[in-house]
């Protein structure tokens, strides 16, 4: 029987339960190469592919009618998958925050989403250096927010758009590692805005804006306009994830700086 073209609790749970799982696996491998002397190097690419073969073979088990659009992926398999035709795209980053991840940091994360007609409507982000995993299945409640804002940014390359935000809001930077832990940071009532322009996947973000709109948070491209999944090229140039109050004078802070 098809599944069907609307997300089901059981989709939801799917999503929070598999995210958690990766990252429990990702936690051993780490332990047992890091045991063994491995390199970062090793240790970032050991650690991406057994979560990438895992969450594969997981969703063609639990869902066999459904795509997959996977980070870990082939260009080959990107291009010319079944998900171009199909409603139901799953669409995973299996190690998002490679160099924390290798580094032994905590600010990495897996992210596990499902697409449904390019909107991600289902979406788990676990954060297992933290023990805890966001998801649509429970939409985690927004932290009240701080008297002075505070703007996310890389930890190596922060983009002008998000310090013209910094500057129009007054705000603090907070420098941090993957976009999951982000996102995430948001609600979890450590920063308030996340505008990003240096270019990322749809992988990158499905999960994280999944989630981020359960929670009731603003999430669009950085001129405002709507984010589409499951296209073409999953190359997605930029977004901005941040508490309702800040989205319109942050996006108008982007636009002033000409990228929006």
């Known amino acids: 029987m098809q599944n ?103 600010d990495w994360a897996v992210h596990v989403a499902l697409a449904i007609d390019g909107e991600p409507v289902c979406g788990a982000v676990a954060l297992p250096s933290l023990g805890r995993t966001y998801s649509t299945a429970e939409p985690p409640p927004i932290v009240p927010a701080p008297e002075t804002p505070r703007v996310i940014v890389s930890r190596s390359r922060p983009p002008a758009e998000a310090l013209a935000v910094a500057r129009a809001l007054d705000a603090e930077l907070v420098e941090m590692g993957s976009a999951g832990a982000k996102a995430m940071a948001i609600i979890r009532g450590e920063a308030d805005i996340y505008p990003h322009s240096g270019g990322q996947y749809e992988w990158d973000s499905a999960a994280p804006v999944a989630v981020a709109l359960a929670a009731g948070l603003h999430c669009s491209r950085l001129d405002g306009s709507e984010l589409a999944y499951n296209r073409e090229s999953p190359y997605l140039p930029d977004l901005i994830i941040s508490r309702p109050e800040h989205a319109e004078a942050a996006i108008a802070a982007a636009a002033g700086h000409g990228t929006a």
């Open 4 to 106: 069907p073209v609307q997300p089901t609790s059981a989709d939801h749970n799917l999503a929070a339960d598999l995210a958690t799982r990766a990252g429990a696996l990702l936690l051993s491998t780490r332990d047992q190469l890091t045991a063994e002397g491995a390199d970062q190097n090793t240790i970032k690419d050991s650690g991406d592919r057994q979560s990438h073969v895992w969450l594969v073979e997981q969703l063609a088990q639990a869902r066999p009618d459904d795509a997959v659009l996977s980070e870990e992926a082939t260009a080959d398999e990107v291009q010319n998958s079944k998900r171009l035709s199909t409603s139901r795209v799953w669409i995973v980053d299996p190690l998002d925050g490679t160099r924390e991840y290798g580094e032994g940091r905590s």
